[in-house]
């Protein structure tokens, strides 16, 4: 379901005509998060994902989907 939001992300940058830098600083966080989620280098804890789903509304359902997937670790839900 990684896959799944980062392309939810990706497709809405698009679409916003965002880079990936613009994007971060949207939700306030630094732009080497975002790369390194992308790369799978890192997986999205909870204030990056309440970040974006605050943020971009329209990605709320994604984020949520992430949320409730097996492959999202337990701690990405109750970071703070």
Same mark, same amino acid.
């Given at each position: 379901?990684?896959?799944? !939001?980062?392309?939810?992300?990706?497709?809405?940058?698009?679409?916003?005509?965002? =880079?990936? #830098?613009?994007? =971060?600083?949207?939700?306030?966080?630094? %732009?080497?998060?975002? =790369?390194?989620?992308?790369?799978?280098?890192?997986?999205?804890?909870?204030?990056?994902? #309440?970040?974006?789903?605050?943020?971009? %509304?329209?990605? #709320? !359902?994604?984020?949520?989907?992430?949320?409730? =997937?097996?492959?999202?670790?337990?701690?990405?839900?109750?970071?703070?």
């Amino acid at each position: 379901m990684l896959k799944k !939001l980062i392309e939810e992300i990706n497709k809405m940058q698009k679409l916003k005509g965002l =880079s990936g #830098r613009q994007f =971060s600083k949207a939700i306030g966080k630094d %732009p080497s998060l975002w =790369s390194k989620i992308k790369n799978g280098k890192a997986l999205p804890g909870g204030k990056f994902l #309440r970040a974006v789903a605050s943020k971009f %509304p329209e990605l #709320r !359902l994604a984020v949520y989907d992430y949320m409730a =997937s097996s492959d999202s670790p337990e701690e990405s839900l109750i970071k703070t």
